[in-house]
């Protein structure tokens, strides 16, 4: 598996930004997708923001972003998105795509990340 995220960029407080992941893999409508995100702070790990299941029907949000951001997906286009909406300069971080295939229990495919940026 394949993850291309994209969509970061530098947003204003109170700001929008859509992030995407494309993935690679005829399986991909099997996959429990998540967008994870990493500061910048020392020994900083990444965190889950949002989760969906397989069929797009079941969701998961941390407390922080929750009411915020949107996590959808396409399995036609084997694409995975994360809407977020009034960004707060503690968004800041590096996103990442993971997928799980369902082999591990675990995400054990990850993207490249991408930046997301949120000035005060």
């Known amino acids: 598996v394949q993850l291309q995220a994209s969509g970061g960029g530098l947003v204003q407080t109170g700001g929008s930004l859509k992030l995407s992941c494309a993935a690679s893999g005829r399986s991909f409508r099997s996959y429990v997708m998540a967008w994870f995100r990493q500061g910048s702070g020392e020994n900083e790990k990444a965190t889950i923001a949002?989760?969906?299941?397989?069929?797009?029907?079941?969701?998961y949000y941390s407390d922080s972003v929750k009411g915020r951001f949107t996590i959808s997906r396409d399995n036609a286009r084997n694409m995975v998105y994360l809407h977020m909406n009034n960004l707060k300069p503690e968004d800041t971080a590096v996103y990442y795509c993971?997928?799980?295939?369902?082999?591990?229990?675990?995400?054990?495919?990850w993207g490249q990340g991408t930046l997301v940026t949120v000035s005060s």
């Open positions: 993971a997928a799980d295939d369902g082999s591990q229990g675990d995400f054990d495919y």
């Open positions: 949002a989760a969906i299941n397989a069929a797009g029907n079941n969701t």
